[in-house]
C-alpha cells in the first residue's frame, strides 16, 4: 500500500478493492503520516465507504472536504488533516 | 507522480485481517457496520460465547443477534474498533462474512457460513454426522483467495440431519443426507435455491454422493460458479441464474467433466424439509438431553448470552449449538441435570411451556439493516404475544411456520412459511406508515412451493388479527392430519383473503368447533 504525491501538500489513495472497514483505516493510517494541513484524496470503489468514512475520519478530527463520484463505481473522498 | 512510501509500521496488522474479516454496512437506528461473525455448523463453546458477549458490551452496545445461517451479529460496530474486534474474534477461532454485496458490481463475493444441522452428532435420528465436513470446508474457503471474488455470495448446507432443519432448498448449493435401497449412507445435492427476489427452489442434481466426495463436488460446483456465472448485473449474479440458464443435466455434466468421472444418480421421491429441534430433546448418547431455547427472533443481548453460556457450563459440557430458527441449544445434559436447568432457564424467561410459535418464528434485522420500513423483530414479539393471548392452549400443537423479512431479500425466509410477512412501506394520505404484504401456504420438502400473496398492503399493527383469523380458520376446519399448508392449498386465494378478511365471530370454544367439522 502507497500513498502517492499528487502536488504539494495533496496525497493520493487507491484503496479500490478493498472492503469495509479497511479504506477507513488505510485513511485513516495515511493521515496520521501527513502533516496538519495536507490533503489526502482516497479513491474507492466501495459505495458503503462513502458513506460511512467521513463519520469516521471526523471523529479523528480530519475535514471531508467532499465525496464525489468521478466515473461508473469508483469514488474519491477528500479529507483535510 | 511521486511516490510517497508510507512507513511499513503505519499499516501494519491490517493486511493478516483481510479477506479473513470485514464489516457490513447498515444504516438502521444509528448503526453503520454490523459484524457478523460466522459459527459454523452453530457450534461454540461457553468461552466463546462470553468472548462475543464482551465483544459486544465493549463495542457493540451490549446487543446481539443470532442469525438464521448460525452466525452472531454485533451491530454499532465503528471503523476504528474494527481491528480491535477482528483481534479478539481471531483469538477465539472466529471469523467474519465478508461484505462484497457493497460492491455496485457482481464480484467479491463469498462462502457464507456453511450450515448444518445443529444438533449433529447428537440427534437420536441423523443419517449421518455431517459436521465434520461443514468444518472441513469453512477451513478451505476462509480467507483463500481463490475463493473471495465470486461473481456474489455463496451459501452452501450440508446437513445428515432427518428432518433437514437446514432448509435444503433456500440455498445455493445443499448437501442432503441420502439412504440407498441398500442401506449406504451419503449425500444427494440441491441446486439454485435462493430467496431473494424472486425466490427460487434448489433443485436435485440427481447424484448420490459418499461423504468422501461432498468436499470435491461443492469445490467443482464453486468453480463452476466462480468462472462461468453471469457477471454482467448484480442482481442476475446469483447462482441460481446460472441454474436456470444451464439446466440441471449440463451442471451435473460440467461437475463430472471437472471430476472426470461420473457421479451415481440417484432419484429422491421423499424427503422431509424444514423441520425443527424444538424444546427438550435425548440424545443419541444415552441419558444425554438437548435443548433449545425459545429466543423470538434470535435476539440474545450480552447478559443473557452470558448467562446461557454459563448454564452450558454448570449443567451441560460447555458446549452449545445455534440453530437456523436463530435459537441457542444448551448440549450434552445428564438427565439428572434436567429439572434444574429448566428451572433455571424458566428464570431467564426461556419457559419450555411457551407456544410452538416461540420455535417457529423467526424475524430478520431489517430495523438495524435499514431496509425495512418497520422493526421486524418488535412485530414478531407483537404478533406472538397477541396470539399467544387469543389461542392460548391451542397454540402448543400447532405445527405452523411464521417467518417475517423486512424486504423482499428474505432473509427471514418469508416465502417458505406456513404464514410469510414481508414489510413495506404504506402511504395513508400524506403518512408514510409500516405495512405487510402476507403470504400464506408456504412449504419445503418434495411439494416445495412458495407462500401464495393473499393479503397485500395490510396495515402493519392489523396483521395479528389477519393471522389469528387464518389461525382460527384452520383450528376450526382442518381435516385430520392437515398440515396448515395443505389447509391453504386447497383453498383458493380469494377463499383465504375472505377467511382473513372475515368479521371476528362471536368466540366458541375451539377444540368442540374442530370436533364438530372432524369426517
Keep these: 500500500m502507497t500513498v502517492q504525491k499528487k502536488e504539494e501538500q495533496r496525497y493520493l489513495l487507491d484503496v479500490k478493492g478493498y472492503v469495509c472497514p479497511f479504506p477507513s483505516l488505510y485513511a485513516m493510517r495515511s493521515l496520521g503520516e501527513l502533516s496538519k494541513g495536507d490533503v489526502l484524496e482516497v479513491l474507492t470503489d466501495n459505495p458503503a465507504s462513502c458513506q460511512t468514512m467521513p463519520y469516521t475520519v471526523e471523529r479523528q478530527g480530519y475535514k471531508v472536504l467532499a465525496v464525489e463520484k468521478l466515473e461508473k463505481n469508483v469514488w474519491r473522498i477528500v479529507i483535510a488533516k | 507522480m511521486e511516490v510517497v512510501q508510507i512507513a511499513e509500521t503505519s499499516f501494519a496488522g491490517l493486511e493478516s485481517f483481510i479477506g479473513r474479516y470485514s464489516l457490513g454496512y447498515e444504516r438502521g437506528e444509528g448503526s453503520q457496520h454490523f459484524l457478523r461473525v460466522k459459527i459454523p455448523n452453530g457450534i461454540v463453546t461457553s468461552t466463546q460465547l462470553r468472548g462475543i458477549a464482551q465483544l459486544s458490551d465493549r463495542l457493540g452496545r451490549g446487543y446481539a443477534e443470532l442469525t438464521d445461517r448460525q452466525d452472531v451479529q454485533l451491530h454499532w460496530i465503528r471503523d476504528e474498533d474494527a481491528i480491535e474486534a477482528f483481534s479478539q474474534l481471531r483469538e477465539l477461532g472466529f471469523t467474519t462474512d465478508m461484505c462484497g454485496q457493497g460492491y455496485p458490481e457482481a464480484r467479491y463475493g463469498d462462502v457464507r457460513n456453511i450450515v448444518g444441522c445443529p444438533v449433529a452428532g447428537l440427534a437420536r435420528d441423523e443419517l449421518i454426522d455431517a459436521s465434520p465436513l461443514v468444518l ?217 411451556n411457551a407456544s410452538s410459535l416461540r420455535w417457529r418464528t423467526i424475524a430478520c434485522a431489517g430495523n438495524l439493516c435499514g431496509k425495512a420500513p418497520d422493526h421486524v423483530k418488535a412485530r414478531a414479539l ?56 402476507i403470504y400464506l401456504g408456504g412449504r419445503l420438502g418434495p411439494r416445495a412451493a412458495f407462500g401464495r400473496l393473499v393479503k397485500q398492503r395490510a396495515e402493519a399493527d392489523q396483521v395479528r388479527l389477519f393471522v389469528e383469523k387464518i389461525l382460527k380458520a384452520y383450528l376450526r376446519q382442518r381435516r385430520d392430519g392437515e398440515s396448515f399448508s395443505d389447509y391453504c392449498e386447497r383453498h383458493s386465494v380469494e377463499e383465504l383473503e375472505a377467511l382473513i378478511e372475515q368479521p371476528f365471530a362471536v368466540e366458541e370454544p375451539l377444540s368442540a368447533r374442530r370436533d364438530a367439522v372432524r369426517p
Excluded at chain 2, 427472533?297 to 445455534?322: F, H, Q, T
Excluded at chain 2, 406472538?384 to 411456520?401: C, W
Aim: with cysteine.
Design chain 2, 136 to 352: 472441513q470446508m469453512t477451513r478451505f474457503y476462509s480467507g483463500n483467495r481463490d475463493f473471495l471474488d465470486l461473481p456474489r455470495k455463496f451459501k452452501i448446507s450440508l446437513s445428515g440431519c432427518a428432518v433437514n432443519c437446514v432448509k435444503p432448498e433456500i440455498h445455493d448449493l445443499s448437501f442432503v443426507a441420502a439412504r440407498k435401497p441398500d442401506g449406504e449412507v451419503g449425500f444427494t445435492a440441491f441446486v439454485g435455491g435462493g430467496l431473494g427476489s424472486p425466490p427460487m427452489m434448489a433443485k436435485p442434481l440427481g447424484v448420490f454422493l459418499k461423504p468422501s466426495e461432498v468436499f470435491e463436488v461443492a469445490r467443482a460446483v464453486i468453480e463452476l460458479f466462480r468462472d462461468h456465472g453471469s457477471r454482467e448485473t448484480k442482481p442476475r449474479a446469483r447462482f441460481k441464474w446460472m441454474v436456470e440458464a444451464w439446466g440441471i443435466d449440463r451442471l451435473r455434466g460440467a461437475v463430472e467433466e471437472k471430476l472426470g468421472r461420473s457421479l451415481e444418480p440417484i432419484t429422491l421421491n421423499a424427503w422431509v424439509s424444514g423441520g425443527d429441534h424444538s424444546g427438550l430433546q435425548a440424545q443419541k448418547q444415552p441419558g444425554r438431553f438437548y435443548v433449545t431455547l425459545p429466543s423470538l427472533g434470535g435476539i440474545l443481548p450480552s447478559d443473557r448470552m452470558r448467562a446461557v453460556a454459563d448454564l452450558a457450563d454448570k449443567y451441560g459440557s460447555g458446549e452449545l449449538r445455534l440453530s437456523t430458527s436463530q435459537k441457542p441449544i444448551i448440549v450434552n445434559i445428564p438427565e439428572e441435570h434436567v429439572p434444574s436447568l429448566l428451572t433455571e432457564l424458566e428464570a431467564l424467561g426461556f419457559s419450555l
Design chain 2, 382 to 437: 407483537q404478533l406472538v404475544e397477541h396470539l399467544e393471548s387469543r389461542l392460548s392452549e391451542d397454540l402448543k400443537r400447532l405445527d405452523v411456520t411464521v417467518y417475517l423479512s423486512g424486504c423482499p431479500n428474505g432473509c427471514g425466509h418469508h416465502p417458505v412459511a406456513g404464514i410469510g410477512l414481508q414489510s413495506i412501506q404504506l402511504k395513508v394520505g400524506d403518512e408514510l406508515r409500516p405495512g405487510y404484504n
